[in-house]
């Protein structure tokens, strides 16, 4: 994994898209169950020629994040969506037991000013332990709860609801 800046992060997540390339990116939290370094990492993956880099920091990455998942997603991590909890996906389907628990924990959690996040793992995540799926992780600092919900396709519906959650945090415990 190579070291680099978070400018240099974005730069690349940029070419990548503009070359049709496969790639993601993660923020890893001190204290996640994927972070063995008690600094924040912003990882991107280019999957497509398997590389990652890496860029480590005191704070949240947040600014840097929020546009890799405008870019990679389409979501708007200003405002928390408001769509109904219970909201369908692009299916019809309503999201699953498993990913509403995470939104209200989410939301829960923000409400009493805990840090907590969450990953998505696409399915050639270095992270992904099955790579038939894409799998959405939430990880719950109080109670050291992990709830993974799995899905055939990108959980967009999901990310719509959850991420603007993360970016909305106004953390007073961490």
């Known amino acids: 994994m190579k070291k680099v800046t ?17 790639w ?6 001190p204290g996640c169950t994927f ?18 880099f890496v860029h480590f920091s005191l704070k ?3 600014k840097t994040g929020q546009k890799l998942v405008e870019m990679l997603h389409g979501v708007n991590t200003e405002t928390p969506s408001a769509l109904p909890r219970q909201a ?3 299916s019809g389907l309503k999201l ?5 628990q995470m939104i209200e924990r989410a ?12 990953h998505l793992l696409f399915p050639d995540c270095m992270f992904s332990k099955d790579s038939r799926y894409w799998t ?12 993974e919900d799995r899905f055939k396709n990108e959980p967009k519906e999901a990310l719509r609801q959850i991420e603007p959650l993360f970016y909305a945090q106004k953390n007073k415990f961490v």
Do not use: C, M, Y
Not at 24 to 29: G, M, R, V
């Open 6 to 22: 978070a400018k240099k992060i974005l730069k690349t997540a940029v070419k990548l898209r503009k070359d049709e390339k496969k």
């Open 88 to 90: 369908r996906d692009r």
């Open 96 to 100: 699953s037991p498993k990913t509403n």
């Open 35 to 52: 972070n063995r370094d008690k600094r924040f990492a912003l990882i991107l993956e280019n999957t497509s020629d398997k590389e990652q």
């Open 136 to 147: 959405l992780i939430f990880e719950d600092p109080l109670n050291g709860e992990i709830i």
């Open 107 to 118: 939301i829960e959690l923000n409400n009493k000013g805990f840090a907590w996040h969450h």
């Open 60 to 62: 949240k990455p947040a």
């Open 24 to 29: 993601h990116f993660h923020i890893l939290t």
